[in-house]
């Protein structure tokens, strides 16, 4: 993928089970984000202080070759990890993460996440593509996604891709006062 904006090229793959150190690494950057109590539903703090184990399999769970989840990363032109995406695969029969019954086989993106001097130049786009490909040859019916209500900047990123609200909301549970509004986009 090439900017828009520079000369940088930029690499989005699928995230490999050994690169757990950087998973990490770009989370714990993501959750120091100024927005990042709009955007994730955990802490710096609460992820810092999670052991190795954690990470590990976290990443086996979503990397090349996993069937429920895959987290894809964007590689600047020097290997840094620069952005990444996670999908997760909700089946038709069960409940999601907040207690919603899930009524059928759906994508569910989530730890969307660009550094900022690499935000504008189209990078966001290509790995919601990479990862709507991803939930489309899975099966996906849908794709979904999460937004904090405060968080304008990213409803209005939505709205641009395609996703549109479905009219369900879920409360926070560390602030009922909260909500978040989920947006889906429908299979093709």
């Known amino acids: 993928m090439s900017s828009t904006e520079s000369d940088e090229k930029y690499l989005v793959r699928a995230i490999r089970a050994e ?25 710096y703090d609460e992820a810092q202080a999670r052991p190795d184990s954690f990470w590990q399999e976290r990443s086996a769970g979503a990397c090349v070759g996993a069937t429920g989840a895959q987290q894809f990363v964007a590689e600047g032109p020097d290997g840094q990890w620069v952005g990444t995406v996670t999908m997760l695969l909700e089946q038709a029969g069960t409940t999601d993460w907040a207690g919603f019954p899930v009524d059928r086989r759906q994508g569910h993106l989530v730890g969307v996440y660009v550094r900022p001097e690499h935000r504008g130049c189209g990078l966001t786009e290509v ?62």
């Open 19 to 43: 690169e757990w150190p950087a998973v990490k690494a770009l989370r714990l950057l993501a959750l120091q984000d100024p927005v990042a109590h709009l955007a994730f539903l955990e802490t």
């Open 127 to 188: 790995l919601f593509d990479e990862a709507l490909q991803w939930a489309w040859q899975s099966g996906a019916e849908r794709v979904r996604l999460i937004v904090h209500e405060d968080n304008g900047r990213a409803q209005r990123f939505y709205r641009r891709v395609g996703f549109l609200p479905s009219g369900r909301t879920v409360p926070l549970t560390t602030d009922p006062g909260q909500l978040e509004l989920e947006y889906v986009l429908e299979r093709p």
